[in-house]
């Protein structure tokens, strides 16, 4: 067996319990009461960037919540490695629906991941895929030492845009300098067959707010008399979609990249069926944009959706009422060359135009960020792919994902850095959903392709 593998074998129990310390860490960053938690996870972080003899490691203070940082700088002649993830995760809720607690990680099997899962929230996205590289570093570190130099950053702000990260990597753009950006916090096509992420979606996400009345009217009294927001804000969400499932928003899709019927046909060449695809979340049919399969339409095509919507009465049993307020959270995922700042414009334009002259419509704009693409020519990409081919025995599959991790094209721009993006997550893992979780052989083969990365990168 060779050194890495080896090396694996015998420390994975200690690989996984020093994960779990990590994971039981409540680290929500869209909820101001687990501020404290943040911060000792960083902490955590930073202990573990030590331990493996990082220097100038610090919890670098922002606006919001903390970034961590380290470096290993063995010769400057050598070329720099930028790992950049985030510790921050997202809320738990439903927490009725989870099977275990959210953060006291369990290990169970799943029919995927017979070896075992690991469950809890952040378990992939991103604690445990962060936490493959500084098991990566532990193995460089104690055989033979780094090959490179490695700068580490990891925040904890992504789940809510990574405003303050992109205000430290603008101020720290010396100390940030790379040759390359490594990033684990995508996913890949199944357990046997692995894939690079060579695309992103950009995104904007938009807050809508109508008042009518102003105040909660009897609904009989009134009803059909005057405005109702919350009809008057599905008649606008309705508007925004036409019978062919596009989005009508004037201009949408003037930058959008239309692909040749060659090179449609090239991406279909993923192993993927439209049955399971819809089958694994319980439906019958996958939907979207006519004239596109799904694996199109969650890469190429952009795409509108209402993340949430309130407004009313929603307690226990009924009320007669015309609210005066009616709200919904909507995101549009964005695709190569769309600009984000533009789609917020031409969304907001179109939404003043087409909501009725009786409410009052505020627009807010959340956060966005830009999509992403790199190719598959680079140095680095030959190193990721020559890396996943010594763990898994099969060459790499370029994939595009529909998430997003906006400080990617961000890095790009400030740093002038392409980013690597080696995930080992999969769709079924549940990231954002109850029941996350992590596969223990990805983890571990994660961590044996990560550090196979650096021979080859530095080979
Ligand atoms: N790790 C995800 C993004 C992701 C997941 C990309 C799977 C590709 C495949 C990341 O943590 C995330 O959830 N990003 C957010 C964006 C952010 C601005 C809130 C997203 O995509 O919704
Ligand atoms: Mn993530
Ligand atoms: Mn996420």
Redesign the pocket.
Known sequence: MDKVKEYIEKNKNKFLNELFELLRIPSISAKSEHKKDILSCAKLLKDHLEVNDFENCEICKTNGHPIVYGEKIVDHELPTVLVYG?YDVQPIDPVELWDSSPFEPQIKKTQIHPEGAIFARGAC??KGQIFMHIKAFEILNKNGGFPCNVKVMIEGE?????DNLEIFIEKNQKKLECDIILVS???MIDKKTPSI?IG?RG?TYMELELIGPNRDLHSGHYGGSVINPINELSRIINHLHDNQNKVTIPGFYNDVIEYSKPERKKMESIPFSEIDYAKSVGLNNPSGEDGYSSIERRSIRPCLDVNGIWGGYTEEGSKTVIPSKAFAKISMRLVPNQKWRKISKQFSDYINKIASPNVTVKVTEH?G?EPYLTSTESKAYKSASDAYKDVFKKEPIPTR??????IIAQFEKTLKSKTILM?F?LDSDA??SPNEHFGVSNFLNGIETITKFYHHYTK
């Open positions: 985030h996205d991103d992504e789940e809510i845009g990574s916090d995508t996913g992420t992103l995104m956060h960020g994902d529909g998430g997003s991790i906006p995930g997550g990231i954002h």
